[in-house]
């Protein structure tokens, strides 16, 4: 089986500007969960999806959105850039709800200038 | 509220020594512990999962310990590698629906030859 697959792995936008990421879970998982992790920071969490509903959502700023389509492919939409929004984010994603293994992605770098 | 702790926050030690790192959360309901290695800027691999009922778990030269009564968990690394350099990342869910996972900030394993 494929793992995870991020696209694109690295990105470098400018202050102001939107940005949108793209995951792909596992074949057959139907959770997908994105995370920020910045520098020196633990993984901050920011939404999860389950069959295309948002299930759970961290404490992030309405600039941070998500959404997921009918085959489990998930994207996550920055806008409004801003400096502090430079980091990795992470996709994991597991087979259902509850606390099944998560298995991560190799992330997207995105750097705002 | 859910807290994961990790310490030391940073940790150097030279090739083929063993080391210790820690985790106390208070994540409740506990439903299970995972410890992640994450190489820089790559995604967290999972290495070891535990449920209420295991004290130990092995893979490889990694070992972890849990102590459900004091919530405490340790992950041992036996015979450093060059490539044990990572962060280790202590996660533990909650045995609810949503399943919510709470991540520790890590602890940075320098290994040196």
């Known amino acids: 089986k494929a793992g995870v697959t991020q696209t694109p792995r690295y990105l470098i936008k400018t202050r102001g500007q939107q940005v949108t990421l793209s995951c792909s879970p596992i074949?057959?998982?139907?959770?997908v969960s994105w995370y920020q992790q910045t520098p020196g920071q633990g993984l901050q969490f920011l939404f999860e999806?389950?069959?295309?509903?948002?299930?759970n959502k961290g404490n992030f700023p309405g600039r941070f959105s998500g959404r997921q389509f009918s085959n489990s492919r998930s994207e996550m939409n920055v806008s409004t850039l801003e400096l502090g929004d430079s980091a990795l984010y992470l996709c994991?994603?597991?087979?259902?709800?509850?606390?099944?293994?998560?298995?991560f992605g190799p992330g997207t770098r995105l750097t705002v200038t | 509220k859910n807290q994961v702790e990790q310490s030391p926050q940073s940790l150097i030690i030279l090739e083929g020594k063993n080391c210790t790192l820690q985790c106390n959360y208070t994540v409740s309901p506990f439903s299970n512990l995972r410890w992640y290695k994450q190489d820089t800027g790559r995604g967290p691999v999972s290495l070891t999962i535990?449920?209420?009922?295991?004290n130990t778990k092995s893979n490889g030269r990694y070992t972890a310990t849990l102590d459900a009564d004091t919530k405490q968990s340790s992950l041992h690394i036996t015979a450093s590698q060059l490539s044990d350099s990572a962060s280790y990342i202590c996660v533990v869910s909650a045995n609810t629906n949503a399943g919510k996972s709470t991540f520790g900030d890590g602890t940075t394993l320098t290994v040196k030859p």
């Open positions: 074949s057959g998982h139907r959770s």
């Open positions: 994991a994603s597991k087979a259902g709800t509850g606390s099944s293994e998560q298995y």
């Open positions: 535990m449920t209420f009922s295991e």
């Open positions: 999806y389950f069959s295309e509903t948002q299930r």
